[in-house]
């Protein structure tokens, strides 16, 4: 009996060109943190250059500007209408979040010293 080699299933199918291209392009994107992001929408809020050469000195599509643009001009505005509530930066979160641990250590730590000094009160009194 003669063997056929199976046709791939429709859910393995070919990487095309434009997908790997796509694939890429997308893992070679550049992160920028929110610091970056503010300071290149203020150099642009100086008017000392054009939109579109920051862009360029930046390596950025002026989409993606003026996406930080606008979010930055809304969280200005919430903040200066009384709305104090901000999110947290990475740093942040990551700093907090050591901070945190550091603090159930030594809550840990004193309720561990506690118990030795209430375990020898009792033995002793």
């Not at 003669?2 to 890429?24: A, C, G, L, M, Y």
């Not at 993606?64 to 209408?81: C, I």
Request: glycine fraction near 4%; aromatic fraction near 6%.
């Amino acid at each position: 009996m003669e063997t056929r080699p199976q046709k791939p299933s429709t859910t393995t199918q070919k990487q095309t060109p434009e997908n790997f291209v796509k694939d890429v392009r997308r893992k070679a994107r550049r992160i920028f943190s929110s610091e970056q992001k503010i300071l290149i929408v203020m150099e642009a809020l100086r008017g000392e250059d054009s939109v579109a050469a920051i862009c360029r000195k930046h390596g950025i599509a002026e989409s993606v500007f003026y996406k930080w643009n606008k979010e930055f001009l809304e969280a200005g505005k919430k903040r200066l209408s009384g709305d104090t509530t901000r999110e947290a930066t990475s740093d942040e979160v990551a700093e907090l979040r050591k901070e945190n641990q550091k603090l159930k250590e030594m809550v840990a730590d004193l309720m561990l010293r506690y118990d030795i000094v209430k375990k020898s009160l009792e033995y002793l009194g």
